[in-house]
């Protein structure tokens, strides 16, 4: 039915309006109400509160609207949309808003609800009634079900709260390792962990560590963490007392209170607000403002720090005027828009002559920057003021401390924009004397002549000025600066002297720039050439001129070296080095090389070039100029007889030695010995040789100190020391010329540093200083500097070298803030002391403090360079303790360390089971000196060198090669590189993406095909999705067939089998290849034969005995399975499985990682074993290998272990795993792997438990479905009943609160072999895959484990089968016998008694214990079982055979009436079953094998021939049971139903049915039921019906029971009958009749009817029961036997016909004759009458005669 778009907006509106008017909603008296949704559920059709606003309420109302279809829902949709709101209803109700929550659909199950945008199910929704999505945060979008409460989709917003909870986790160890691993682990931890699909964990911090501190216990906290001041208080800190909070109190506090978070200071973000207010009284506004007390807080978040006006804006005669308050000006910008209307400054101004029409104000001089305004021409005007400050010290220190600070204090020093402070020095300093006081200047600060002579010179009166007086002038004289101020003159005291011109020093000084930009240079040379010359340094020193000299830049050989006009290379250098341009003038432009430092181009016209060698044959004059060079060369020898061979070969050389015409070696000479001493190295020097005195402070000198010198120094271990020349460059200073001279030492041993060139261009700058003053020759100090101010250039890119130094300083909180003054005073003090030590060395930019840490005060600062040099570094950091002696005592030494940009090197893919190589080293430009180890970490952990992890390490770099790569390798790696005075950082982070599960390839590797032309064969290949795969035979892609899903793609080929006339057998070989990666492959090879086989197999295929086949694992697994033809009889063989090697993947990543596996790691890792155990539980425990695996993975964990504290948490993880690999269901693969003849995993699993449990910790108890650990404390005696089981008491121990842990594992039968230690090893069955043994494991496995001596324990067991009762043995696992297997031995336990199914032993040690029983009658009696059976057997076959002639013999004379016919058809059928049955029994038994007659052999029944045999075996017992049933039934037909008569073939017809009809359909029923499992027969020793895994046998005893009970019912019924009848019979004849009859029902119907099988039954109940075994083999072999004595022969009208039919000694010719033949005839069956006990006499009447078949006719002739 349609509904208009207009009338679906009235429905739903008018819903609506009724609901709130009904509901009387309006309240606006009452308070708001909050209502959480996620928590309530609304029914519909109510509505729910929110507070909105005081006084108004804002409800959502749920309102079912049942749509037919889904045009109809469209349309309500499309109206709903269409409507415009908010919709007034009345006055003070409105409509705000509606929308679609839920939509309900039929799914022809079911109904599924779904929720539209912005809604969704609560999480209990979508367990309740089951997601048909993803449950992704604790919601849903679907479920499976309309809510019975009417609940509906709720608002996202809503449901997606969080709620955060601090939980406190306390941990026991003893070990720090363990704490600084899980310290680490915490810090390189990954967050968020989920816990649940609705709770993750977001941080793990540790915040207290307790430890034994002599005798007593203290807590300290961790960084960010403290006590309380209660706690300090209460228990007493160990540490001083801050903001009254501590970090350390001297006990553990007992109510499991640990360390606070500390009460960090918020994070404060300052915003400027402008507010434009109009009024005419700016004063006011004024006033008002500052009598408001700030903070004014807004908010909890927020506050109002401070207000101020910033612009005030008034109109002038003509136009506006906007002047700026205090602290504030106008930008540049807005003075040169609207004009300045005060002073002018160079970037700002304080007033404009407009009001800005973008709004703009005012802007704070701290908090803006500015932009620069265009340069004026006319340079700013600086006024420079010197201001004195007076402070009164009385201690000398602290001055000495001041000039410390003074010198450190980096200037200029910005006050604002406009002033700035470019020097502060202290000028005087007055102190008391003998006398009075003196006042002496410091350095470049003097008094005037005039205070001298006025207050009299303490020293000498020079130059008109005088450095000390003789009292303290009054306030504001001080000295005044040497070169600042015009001192007066003194009086003249003698004729002037005549005037001498001054004397001029003039400086070349070099400065070399790295530039690798051309433009950079040309840049330069621009800047140099537009500077106006001379530059004034101070008053007595100014720079002439600035050239660039030299440019150096790579060429096609190496370097080349330009001069600048104006500059040359000297003649001897372009020999040298080879000149690159023409010698002229003994001098040349360029030369090939870059020359040692210092050498550069010198001026043409300043400098005096040496002249060229002449040509000429004449002799010069002048002698050759020599350069002496000195090379070190490092030999690495480990002989002391190659040294002395060295020493003597040099000694022996002549020198000089002629390289070439230039060169020639005047002398070699070794200088140092280094060799190891114990655990370090010493390094001797040769005579002429000795150590610098810094090295041998720094490295421990080892003789005695001479001159400063030592000629041994010791090393640490693995530190090789190379010797260097130093070259020392000699500046010599004239009055007239400066030369600069190079000269070498004999030999300076330093650190040999490793420099790597780099493509750069280098600049030499050469700046000549020309000082303005002279100065007397004798009195003057020049000090030569270079300013490079207003010299561009291109900034380097350095390196941070990380430093640490901590320093003995009281560590405030507020060196935790960047911002406080504390902070920034000692940042500032201690870089002015790192500038002084670090600005030397060479390639350094900077160094600045980076942070303060507690701990002292830990100072991490940070060098930049473009260059390291670990000489340079070493010896400024041996400077800085004592640099940093005023500030505070250095602790220790400083450490330095770079922590690299560049991450660790690995490849970018590596799958798993291959090899990863990660490579850590410095840059070539890093020179971190010689590296004497390294040290890798991964995730926190230290990596130590394993089977599967090698770390390799040499002079640049250390590589970490990981094999056999699993995904849990995907984390981070750190790598530290130590040197001697740097350490080498770097990290690297191997992605998810580096490290990809390798493809596994899953096929049947080897096939076996008979062959038959034209056949196809089908070859199928599967691998892991997103792999793909493809066959080749030889190099040809083969066409399949693809199948692919989410898990595996797998394809398949059918392989056309071409003319079989070739050879007897070939192969051929196919190749199935993953398409990428390439490397990973598997080859099938086919075998192709003609002859015929004899296996066949559904898995393996067809083979040939002898064949091999190998088939591939299950999805998810890795390995293989290898089956052999094996032939078992003639033409008839079947696959046994040899080996099988598949193992889940996960499971075996898990056992390569647990290789590497440390303490530390144990808690996560056995966590993640557990729960991989649990998802993959069903297919571990069909699978022997994983199993195994598992097992080898918990010995690693209780290997580990060993010294450690095991916690409850891990072993709950242990336990759960062991849990899941013993089940019910394990029992196979434990089969398996007991058969291993050289290892025992089920040994090697109790022993992991035992192990693990002698380190628990603490008291607890875990339970699991098959498990219960008891862990508990106990004073002399302990008790336990354990799960009501087991039973322990263990009395009188002497022991004082002692822990006993107790394991009672109640299915560990499934898994321990049951061999005895008596046990041969001979036994052993590979093919059965088990021990042969004739006990069992009749109780549950105990485990107790105590760390004492224990001599009487009592255990009570509750056997698992009540039925076994033979030989009961209390034993404990031995570990010992069978070479390490292990056995059960009964060494120190005696059985007790077994009573009412519980065993009591008694043992003098503790140890793992069980009981074993008997499971099997003794051997002896099995022997005599088997006579007894065969010659029982045979007497029964002879017996039938008879039964069956004497009933062909008399069958016309015995079957005249139907009565007797069926007697007889039944006694026939029954004997021919028995008769076939005991042929398929004597059949079964040559088949098979069992360990009696055949010890050692294979046991396993061939499946073919047994299963027929027992196929016939089970039918025709069955057809026995059944006919003896149809005998029965007829025995109540004639005996009840008297007067009714049936048909002889109706009879016929109903015995046939029953007799072999239901026995077949029971049998066909059974086979059918247990073939697919192939449990239709047992698997061993004997060809019978399968008991124990399928049960089949139960479709015999069963219908044999059941058949049993009818028939004693029948006989019960036929006897009542009987009874009755003879009741009325007075003749003493009657009564002796139906005792007769009586007596041969019981007789004959007992045995017959299953006595025998009531036997057998018995013999499964109690398998140990001798009694009951002889019984059922005597009844069992003798049952045809029984049929023919109490079915024929004791038929007295059988010995009848018999009787007549035989020869005797006379005939009759008449019937009474022949009757009374017949009587007389008996005589010769006497032996039977004697038998019974009786006389036959019959009184015959004449009904019998008649033939009559009447009742009493047929009942006498039974």
Not at 71 to 97: K, V
Not at 862 to 878: F, G, K, R, S, Y
Not at 934 to 958: A, L, V
Not at 1553 to 1575: D, K, R
Request: with cysteine.
């Amino acid at each position: 039915m349609a509904i208009s778009k207009n009338g679906l907006s009235i429905v739903a509106l008018l819903v609506t309006l009724t609901i709130l008017e009904t509901g009387n909603i309006i309240q606006y008296s009452s308070p708001a109400v909050l209502v959480n949704n996620e928590q309530e559920h609304v029914p519909p059709h109510t509505t729910e509160k929110r507070n909105v606003l005081t006084g108004q309420w804002n409800y959502i109302i749920d309102v079912v609207v049942k749509a037919s279809n889904v045009e109809t829902f469209e349309r309500l949709l499309s109206s709903l949309n269409a409507t415009i709101l908010p919709i007034q209803l009345d006055n003070n109700t409105d409509i705000s808003d509606i929308s679609v929550a839920t939509v309900c659909s039929s799914t022809g199950t079911g109904f599924q609800c779904r929720c539209e945008e912005q809604y969704a199910w609560p999480y209990s929704s979508c367990v309740l009634y089951g997601a048909c999505d993803y449950i992704s945060n604790g919601i849903c979008k679907c479920i499976n079900a309309i809510p019975a409460d009417g609940q509906s989709c709720q608002l996202i917003s809503e449901l997606v709260t969080e709620d955060e909870y601090t939980v406190d986790v306390e941990l026991n160890f003893t070990d720090v390792k363990t704490e600084d691993y899980l310290r680490s682990l915490l810090n390189n931890l990954s967050f968020s962990v989920a816990l649940g699909p609705t709770m993750n964990v977001t941080n793990i911090d540790i915040t207290t560590v307790c430890y034994l501190n002599g005798t007593d216990f203290q807590c300290r906290c961790e960084d960010q963490f403290v006590w309380s001041y209660r706690d300090c208080i209460t228990y007493g800190a160990c540490d001083e007392n801050t903001d009254e909070v501590c970090g350390c109190i001297n006990s553990i506090p007992p109510d499991r209170q640990y360390c606070k978070p500390k009460k960090v200071p918020p994070v404060v973000y300052e915003y400027q607000i402008f507010i434009e207010v109009t009024t005419t009284d700016a004063d006011q506004l004024e006033n008002t403002l500052q009598n408001i007390i700030f903070p004014v807080q807004i908010s909890p978040q927020v506050n109002i720090s401070d207000t101020d006006i910033t612009t005030v804006c008034s109109q002038d005669s003509t136009d506006f005027q906007c002047r700026c308050e205090d602290d504030y000006l106008w930008p540049c910008n807005k003075c040169a828009t609207y004009g300045k209307c005060d002073g002018d400054t160079y970037n700002t101004c304080g007033c404009i002559k407009a009001i800005p029409t973008d709004g703009q104000y005012c802007q704070s001089i701290q908090h803006q920057n500015f932009s620069v305004c265009s340069p004026s021409t006319a340079p700013p005007v600086i006024h420079e003021y010197i201001l004195s400050v007076e402070l009164n010290i009385s201690d000398v220190t602290v001055i000495n401390q001041l000039r410390t600070i003074l010198s450190n204090i980096s200037y200029p020093i910005s006050i604002n924009h406009r002033i700035q402070i470019f020097d502060v020095n202290i000028s005087t300093v007055c102190s008391p004397s003998s006398v009075g006081f003196q006042c002496r200047c410091e350095d470049h600060y003097r008094w005037s002549c005039d205070q001298c002579f006025l207050y009299g010179s303490c020293d000498n009166i020079t130059d008109d000025t005088c450095g000390c007086i003789n009292a303290i002038p009054p306030v504001g004289q001080h000295c005044q600066s040497a070169d600042q101020h015009n001192f007066t003159a003194c009086p003249i005291t003698s004729p002037p002297s005549p005037t001498t011109p001054p004397v001029i020093h003039e400086y070349i000084l070099s400065v070399e720039l790295n530039i690798s930009d051309v433009t950079v240079i040309n840049q330069l040379k621009t800047i140099l050439s537009n500077i106006s010359y001379p530059i004034s340094i101070n008053n007595q020193i100014q720079i002439s001129d600035v050239n660039i000299s030299t440019v150096c830049s790579p060429s096609s050989n190496g370097f080349q070296c330009r001069c600048v006009d104006q500059y040359r290379w000297s003649c001897d250098q372009c020999f040298l080095y080879g000149s690159c341009d023409n010698i002229t003038d003994d001098r040349c432009g360029c030369i090939n090389a870059i020359p040692p430092v210092g050498q550069y181009c010198q001026s043409a016209y300043q400098y005096n070039f040496i002249v060229c060698p002449v040509t000429t044959h004449a002799p010069s004059t002048t002698p050759p100029i020599i350069y002496e060079y000195l090379i070190s060369v490092e030999l690495n020898i480990s002989d002391v007889m190659e040294i002395n061979n060295l020493r003597t070969i040099l000694s022996n050389i002549g020198y000089p030695i002629s390289i070439n015409n230039h060169m020639q070696i005047s002398d070699v000479n070794i200088s140092t010995v280094c060799y190891a001493n114990g655990t370090t190295f010493q390094c001797r020097c040769e005579e002429q040789y000795h150590w610098p005195c810094h090295m041998c402070s720094t490295l421990d000198k080892c003789d005695d100190k001479i001159e400063d010198t030592t000629t041994v120094i010791t090393t640490p271990m693995r530190t090789l020391l190379t010797t260097m020349p130093t070259v020392i460059t000699a500046t010599g200073v004239t009055s007239q010329n400066t030369t600069v001279h190079s000269t070498m030492p004999e030999a300076t041993p330093t650190l040999a540093p490793t420099t790597d060139l780099t493509e750069t261009t280098k600049t030499i700058t050469a700046a000549k200083v020309t000082p303005a003053i002279s100065f007397p020759t004798t009195n003057t100090t020049a000090t030569s500097t270079l300013s490079t101010s207003g010299i561009t250039s291109t900034t380097v890119t350095g390196f941070d070298v990380e430093m640490l130094v901590r320093l003995d300083k009281e560590y405030t909180a507020e060196l935790n803030d960047a911002e406080s003054s504390t902070y920034k005073e000692l940042e500032s003090r201690i870089n002015s002391v790192l500038d002084e030590q670090y600005k030397r060395i060479t390639g350094f930019q900077d160094v600045s403090v980076k942070a303060f840490r507690e701990g002292s005060i830990i100072t991490e600062y940070i060098v930049q360079t473009t260059q390291v040099i670990p000489d340079e570094i070493a010896e400024a950091n041996e400077k800085v303790p004592e640099a940093m002696r005023p500030i505070a005592p250095v602790l220790g030494s400083v450490t330095a360390f770079y922590n690299s940009p560049t991450t660790i090197s690995y490849p970018d893919l590596t799958y798993t089971g291959n090899t990863m190589t990660l490579t850590c080293g410095p840059p070539k430009n890093i020179n971190v000196g010689r590296i004497s180890d390294s040290e890798w970490t991964f995730r926190g952990r230290e990596i130590k060198n394993s089977t599967r992890m090698k770390i390799t390490t040499s002079d640049k770099k250390s590589m970490l090669k990981v094999k056999n790569v699993i995904l849990a390798d995907i984390g981070l790696y750190q790598c530290t590189m130590r040197g001697r005075v740097l350490n080498f950082l770097q990290k690297g982070f191997v992605k998810r993406d580096a490290i990809k599960q390798a493809p596994v390839v899953r096929l049947q590797s080897k096939v076996n095909v008979k062959c038959k032309e034209g056949q196809k064969e089908q070859l199928q290949c599967c691998v892991q999705a997103p792999y793909k795969v493809k066959w080749f035979l030889d190099n040809t892609v083969l066409s399949s067939d693809v199948t692919e899903d989410r898990e595996s793609y797998c394809i398949k080929h059918d392989y056309q089998l071409g003319s079989c006339s070739g050879p007897q057998q070939r192969e051929i070989h196919f190749t199935c290849q993953v398409d990428e990666p390439k490397d990973y492959e598997l080859t099938t090879s086919m075998t192709i034969f003609r002859d015929d086989f004899i296996c066949y197999d559904a898995k393996y295929g067809t083979g040939r005995a002898g064949d091999i086949s190998r088939i591939g694992c299950d999805e998810g697994q890795e390995g293989s399975k290898i089956a052999t033809c094996q032939q078992t009889r003639e033409e008839i063989g079947e696959w046994k499985l040899q080996e099988d090697t598949c193992i889940i993947t996960e499971i075996k990543e898990l056992l390569i990682d647990s290789q590497d596996l440390i303490v530390d790691e144990l808690p996560e890792f056995v966590a993640n074993l557990n729960k991989t155990v649990q998802e993959e539980s069903k297919e571990i425990i069909n699978s022997s290998a994983t199993i195994s695996a598992v097992v080898d993975i918990l010995g690693t964990i209780a290997t580990v272990s060993i010294g450690s504290e095991v916690s409850k948490s891990v072993m709950e993880n242990v336990l759960e795993t062991v849990d899941v690999i013993i089940g019910d269901d394990a029992r196979e693969s434990w089969a398996v792997l007991n058969a291993n003849e050289t290892r025992n995993a089920s040994s090697e699993l109790l022993g992991s438990l035992e192990t693990l449990s002698s380190w628990l910790v603490g008291e607890f108890v875990i339970t699991t479905q098959h498990i219960l650990l008891n862990r508990t404390m106990f004073d002399n005696n302990f008790t336990a009943d354990l799960n009501s089981s087991i039973e322990i008491h263990i009395p009188d121990t002497s022991l004082t609160n002692f822990l006993i842990t107790t394991i009672a594992l109640f299915t560990l039968n499934n898994v321990m072999p049951a061999r005895y230690s008596s046990f041969h090893t001979s036994l052993f069955n590979d093919t059965s895959n088990h021990t042969v043994s004739d006990n069992a494991i009749n109780a549950a496995v105990v485990l107790v484990q105590i760390n004492a001596t224990i001599q009487n324990v009592t255990l009570r067991y509750d056997k698992l089968n009540n039925y076994l009762t033979v030989n009961p043995q209390c034993v404990f696992w031995n570990y010992a016998p069978f070479d390490n297997l292990g056995a059960w031995d009964n060494d120190g336990c005696t059985f007790i008694s077994d009573i009412n199914n519980t065993v009591t032993c008694s043992c003098n040690h503790l140890t793992s214990f069980s009981i074993l029983m008997a499971t099997e009658i003794p051997p002896e009696l099995k022997h005599a079982l088997d006579i007894i059976t065969y010659v029982g057997v045979g007497i029964s076959m002879a017996s039938l055979v008879v039964c069956l002639i004497i009933e062909g013999f008399v069958w016309k004379a015995i079957t005249r009436n139907s009565t007797a016919f069926m007697r007889h058809v039944s006694i026939v059928n029954t004997a021919l079953s028995l008769l076939i049955a005991d042929i398929c029994f004597i059949i079964a038994a040559s088949i098979a094998k069992n360990p009696l007659e055949n010890p050692g052999e294979d046991y396993d029944v061939p499946v073919g021939p047994c299963s027929t045999t027992t196929f016939f075996m089970h039918f025709f017992y069955l057809a026995l049971f059944f006919w003896m049933l149809v005998s029965g039934l007829l025995l109540f037909y004639r005996t009840v139903m008297v007067f009714s008569h049936m048909s002889r073939s109706t009879m016929l017809a109903i015995g046939f049915c029953l007799g072999y009809g239901c026995p077949l359909i029971i049998a066909v029923t059974t086979v059918a039921v247990t073939a697919p499992e192939n449990s239709y027969i047992r698997k061993e020793e004997a060809c019978w019906l399968n008991w124990t895994e399928s049960k089949a046998l139960l479709s015999l005893v069963i219908p044999a029971l059941t058949i049993v009970f009818i028939n004693i019912l029948i006989v019960i019924v036929v006897l009542f009958k009987m009874l009755r009848r003879g009741v009325g019979d007075n003749t003493q004849a009657d009564e002796k009749s139906t005792l007769v009859v009586i007596a041969r029902c019981v007789i004959i119907l007992t045995p017959l009817f299953g006595l025998t099988w009531s036997l057998g039954v018995g013999t499964m109940v109690s398998s140990t029961n001798e009694g009951i075994h002889i019984a059922f083999a005597f009844f069992s072999s003798l049952q045809g036997f029984f049929i023919l004595v109490f079915g024929t022969i004791f038929d007295s009208k059988i010995r009848s016909i018999l009787s007549r039919r035989l020869p005797t000694s006379s005939t009759g010719s008449s019937l009474t004759k022949s009757t009374n033949g017949r009587i007389s005839s008996l005589s010769g069956l006497n032996w039977i009458s004697r038998l019974r006990g009786r006389r036959y006499i019959y009184r015959l009447s004449e009904a019998v005669n008649s033939g009559s078949s009447g009742a009493s006719e047929s009942f006498v002739n039974i």
